[in-house]
């Protein structure tokens, strides 16, 4: 018998559970700025503005507080590609 902590199919059913939630927040988020951008042009300038003040929570060796400002510059530009 395999133990849920240590079964590999539970481990990625939770990744992929995990994966669902980031993609569908992502979708949600990028269309609610997307909207609100449209009645407050300034939006995307004060967001972009905030980038440099974002970092990365974690306290091991995955830290990469460039990585978590690099996914928001992106994000921003792709608002920006669409308007």
Not at 28 to 52: C, M, N
């Amino acid at each position: 018998m395999t133990h849920a902590a240590t079964d590999p199919s539970a481990a990625e059913s939770r990744i992929a559970d995990a994966r669902h939630r980031e993609l569908a927040t992502e979708h949600l988020l990028f269309g609610t700025i997307r909207f609100l951008a449209q009645e407050h042009p300034d939006l995307l300038k004060s967001l972009e503005a905030s980038v440099d003040h974002l970092w990365d929570k974690a306290h091991d060796d995955t830290r990469d507080d460039e990585a978590v400002r690099e996914v928001a510059r992106r994000f921003l530009k792709s608002l920006r590609a669409e308007r």
